[in-house]
Nanobody, 113 residues
Framework: VQLVESGGGLVQPGGSLRLSCTASGFTFSSYYMSWYRQAPGKERELVAT????????NYADSTKGRFTISRDNTKKMVYLQMSSLKLEDTGVYYC???????WGKGTLVTVSS
């Protein structure tokens, strides 16, 4: 299993970013996928989850209405569109395969003015 996150960077408060995760080594369409994040000095937390077909999504209360998770099973990719970013969204973002303890290296998102 390999997960490679990309798309992070420095953005001002109120800005937007789109994160991508490229997956390989497993049957992508058979698993739900999640995005997690870890802020400096804090534990890793769940941000959003998407079902196998993409029809079911769930979000942390802190990201509802601002973040959108999506997936493309033909490309084996999962995305996280983030808008109205806040300072507290800063952290390393990881994608994860549902039910398996595999993690990528993550992509750093820094929200700062």
């Amino acid at each position: 299993v390999q997960l490679v996150e990309s798309g992070g960077g420095l953005v001002q408060p109120g800005g937007s970013l789109r994160l991508s995760c490229t997956a390989s080594g497993f049957t992508f369409s058979s698993y739900y996928m999640s995005w997690y994040r870890q802020a400096p000095g804090k534990e890793r937390e769940l941000v959003a989850t998407i079902g196998r077909t993409g029809s079911n999504t769930n979000y942390a209360d802190s990201t509802k209405g601002r973040f959108t998770i999506s997936r493309d099973n033909t490309k084996k990719m999962v995305y996280l569109q983030m808008s109205s970013l806040k300072l507290e969204d800063t952290g390393v973002y990881y994608c994860k395969v549902g039910g398996m303890d595999y993690w990528g290296k993550g992509t750093l998102v820094t929200v700062s003015s």
